[in-house]
């Protein structure tokens, strides 16, 4: 059963950057897109960005100029740079895993809260 | 951008069945998904309108579409069908292909 563990503190100051690590345990890392995706408090999901199981990325282009995402294939770890963090980033982060683009996002982490506050 | 419109909540008593809508114009093209989020757990998919059951998943919950309208069914609800339920289509013409809709809690009576 393919498990994906969050790590990552949970409060974050302004302007500094957010990193979260997902580990991912049984499967296979190969042939999927690994994604991220949050949910503010009040809003609905969005969805921030992948990386493909060869290492390229797409990210959301609002995000775009703040974000990164990379895939060490040999700790099976997928993480999650966002950088110059406001309040306006607090959300509940998600690692995802989805196989195609029409395909449902079959296994998703925990969560992790994340607050950016002094 | 494109916007998936769910009803906030939805209430049912044990043994009815839910229904939770998720709305768009040109839904009726899409391939939409549906997932169970419980307090503090990773969300699941529980359905799909054009997919075989996910594994696990028991049949009381089915996906379909009519018109502008995707439904997510859930028969002979139970206590533990209580959760947070939320649409999620991929709209390749938005700047954010991967869409979900505001999440719908239901809440079994």
């Known amino acids: 059963q393919v498990q994906l563990q969050q790590s990552g503190p949970g409060l974050v100051k302004p302007s500094e950057t957010l990193s979260l690590t997902c580990a991912v345990s049984g499967g296979s890392i190969s042939g999927y897109y690994w994604s991220w995706l949050r949910q503010p408090p009040g809003k609905g999901l969005e969805w921030l960005g992948y990386?493909?199981?060869?290492?390229?990325?797409n990210y959301s282009p609002s995000l775009k100029s703040r974000i990164s995402m990379s895939l060490d294939t040999s700790q099976r770890q997928v993480s999650l740079k966002l950088r110059s963090v406001t309040a306006a980033d607090t959300a509940i982060y998600y690692c995802a895993r989805i196989g195609g683009v029409l395909d449902p996002f079959d296994f998703w982490g925990q969560g992790t809260q994340v607050t950016v506050s002094s | 951008s494109y916007v998936l419109t769910q009803p906030p909540s939805v209430s049912v008593a044990p043994g009815q069945t839910a229904r939770i809508t998720c709305t768009e114009n040109?839904?009726?093209?899409?391939?939409v998904h549906w997932y169970q989020r419980k307090p503090g757990q990773a969300p699941i998919v529980v359905a799909s309108d054009d997919t075989d059951q996910p594994s696990g998943i028991p049949d009381r919950f089915s996906g379909s579409i009519s018109g502008n309208t995707a439904t997510l069914t859930i028969s002979r609800v139970e206590a533990g069908d209580e959760a947070d339920y939320f649409c999620q289509v991929w709209e390749s013409t938005s700047d954010h292909p991967w869409v979900f809709g505001g999440g719908t809690k239901l809440t079994v009576l």
């Open positions: 040109n839904i009726g093209s899409k391939s």
């Open positions: 990386v493909y199981y060869t290492g390229a990325t």
